[in-house]
């Protein structure tokens, strides 16, 4: 029973290189999200995805693209990483629309230099 | 604009009463959360209570939600060492679509 998986836990870029990083649940949830979580500024919402084929822009969304082909998986790319995106990414998954709360994954640790 | 408000750090010693608080402005809020991070770990769920509702308790875990003055606050009973972590307050909101929005966490320090 994993829940949520993060793939890297860690990853260190330079500056203009490009990654994604993979998250996967096995709790057949319908919502799926990226937050990334800086110190003393708590979660903030990136990009989410209400069922497979559908993506929509959160709070913080510049710099970053998503995908979700397929209903388990939700991806989260970075075309050219900034030093300003050195942070702990979080994916997390809910279902319906989360009332019950959201599980999350580990993180991915990036370090942007 | 919405926001959810928390304390940064609060320490305790081993057996005491832990009292968190949070306060948060949307006053369309339809659930409130608690979750706890522990180091290097994602965040785990620990409680919820649905926004009519006054005290919902579970086990050494009290929560306390005052609507009026939008402040909630998590009790967590005989706090042992393993308790130490972060916590955070989140609100669900009706925006037209809903929302769920962080505190930035309360680092817990339990004392031996």
């Known amino acids: 029973n994993a829940g949520v998986t993060q793939t890297p836990k860690f990853r260190v870029l330079k500056t203009g290189q490009s990654m994604t990083l993979l998250c996967a649940q096995d709790m057949n949830h319908e919502y799926m999200y990226w937050y990334r979580q800086d110190p003393g500024m708590g979660l903030r919402l990136i990009h989410y995805s209400v069922g497979e084929g559908t993506t929509a822009k959160g709070e913080v969304p510049d710099g970053y693209n998503v995908s979700r082909l397929k209903k388990q998986n939700f991806l989260l790319g970075l075309e050219s990483a900034a030093p300003s995106q050195t942070s702990v990414y979080f994916c997390?998954?809910?279902?319906?629309?989360?009332?019950?709360?959201?599980?999350f994954g580990s993180g991915t640790r990036l370090t942007v230099v | 604009g919405e926001d959810v408000e928390q304390s940064l750090f609060l320490s305790v010693r081993e057996g005491d009463s832990s009292v968190i608080n949070c306060t948060y402005t949307d006053s369309s809020s339809t659930y409130l959360y608690w979750y706890k991070q522990e180091p290097g770990a994602g965040l785990q769920l620990l409680t919820y209570?649905?926004?009519?509702?006054d005290m919902k308790q579970d086990q050494r875990l009290t929560v306390l939600l005052n609507k009026k003055d939008k402040h909630l606050s998590l009790r967590i009973a005989d706090t042992q060492t393993g308790d130490s972590a972060i916590y955070f307050c989140?609100?669900?909101?009706?925006?037209?679509?809903?929302?769920?929005?962080f505190g930035a966490g309360t680092r817990l320090f339990v004392k031996a």
């Open positions: 209570i649905f926004s009519n509702m």
């Open positions: 989140a609100e669900r909101y009706d925006t037209g679509g809903f929302k769920t929005i």
């Open positions: 997390a998954s809910s279902s319906l629309q989360g009332d019950y709360g959201y599980t």
